[in-house]
Every structure is written in structure tokens, then in C-alpha cells.
Nanobody
Framework: VQLQASGGGLVQAGGSLRLSCAAS????????MGWFRQAPGKEREFVAG????????DYADSVKGRATIYRDTAKATMYLQMNTLAPEDTAVYYC??????????????????WGQGTQVTVSS
């Protein structure tokens, strides 16, 4: 499985970004997938995830109400729409896929494949 994350950039506080994660090598809709982020000096943290069916999603409290995870199965691409961005959202964002999970892990250990990361920088 290969995951390619993109869509990061520099945005002002209050702005929006849509991150993309293109998947190849496996049938996209068979797996739990998620987004994580890692700020300098901090551990990688869960942002959002969705189940195999795509019908259930979960969000970290820090982004709840500001983030939406969704996918386009035909394009084998998962998205993370982030609104009302704040400087504390600044981080490298990673997409991830879990081969075996049936629910949405909120730990990086629950995922087997990772994208290369895309930098999101929010200026105040």
C-alpha cells in the first residue's frame, strides 16, 4: 500500500485547508483510515478516522466541529477538511491505513501504512 498526502500549506488563522490522501495498491474501502499530526517536539496525535464502510468517523476533541473526514472511493482518495484553523493546528499531517482494525484506533500503533506527511502552518 502506498499513501500520498498533499494539500498542506501556509494559511492565516481562521482559514481553511483540505488535505488529500491518495491510496494505491489495495482496495481503498476495505480498511480503516485516519489522519494524525505531529508538531515539533510533540508526539504524533490522532486527528480523525473513518471506518471501513466510511459510515462512521471519529475526531479528536481539539478538532471536533472544525474538521471533516471523508473519502471518494472512485478516486481512492481520503480527505480532511479543516476549517477555522488556529496556530495550534500547525503540524505535519499524516494519513494512515490500518490493515486489521475494525474500529478506529486513536493510537499510531493501530496503523500499518503511512503517508509521507504534509506540512500545515497557520499564522496568527
Amino acid at each position: 500500500v502506498q499513501l500520498q498526502a498533499s494539500g498542506g500549506g501556509l494559511v492565516q488563522a481562521g482559514g481553511s485547508l483540505r488535505l488529500s490522501c491518495a491510496a494505491s495498491g489495495r482496495t481503498f474501502s476495505w480498511y480503516v483510515m485516519g489522519w494524525f499530526r505531529q508538531a515539533p517536539g510533540k508526539e504524533r496525535e490522532f486527528v480523525a478516522g473513518m471506518t471501513r464502510s466510511g459510515s462512521v468517523s471519529d475526531y479528536a476533541d481539539s478538532v471536533k466541529g472544525r474538521a471533516t473526514i471523508y473519502r471518494d472511493t472512485a478516486k481512492a482518495t481520503m480527505y480532511l477538511q479543516m476549517n477555522t484553523l488556529a496556530p495550534e493546528d500547525t503540524a505535519v499531517y499524516y494519513c494512515a491505513l490500518s490493515q486489521w482494525a475494525r474500529s478506529i484506533p486513536d493510537s499510531p500503533r493501530g496503523y500499518d501504512y503511512w503517508g509521507q506527511g504534509t506540512q500545515v502552518t497557520v499564522s496568527s
